[in-house]
């Protein structure tokens, strides 16, 4: 079995440092940290590959906790 938590757990708002939040994620024993699918589509191609390279390091894995816009949606 693997446990999570959401990234806002740490935060007021609904986006934040991801990689922070995945290092403080890890420290606590965590092994996915949930994040704000909003914020992934607004992310560079370079802080994504950085959260991925981040999340790879630190062996946990990253989903998201909300659905897209409705024009990025894919469903």
Do not use: C, Q
Not at 3 to 29: H, P
């Amino acid at each position: 079995m693997k446990y999570g938590t959401l990234f806002a757990y740490w935060t007021k708002e609904w986006t934040g440092d991801y990689i922070k939040y995945a290092k403080k994620a890890k420290e606590l024993g965590f092994d996915i940290l949930e994040v704000g699918a909003a914020d992934l589509i607004k992310m560079s191609d370079s802080h994504l590959s950085e959260l991925k390279a981040a999340s790879k390091d630190l062996g946990l894995i990253i989903t998201s906790n909300i659905g897209p816009p409705r024009d990025k949606d894919v469903a």
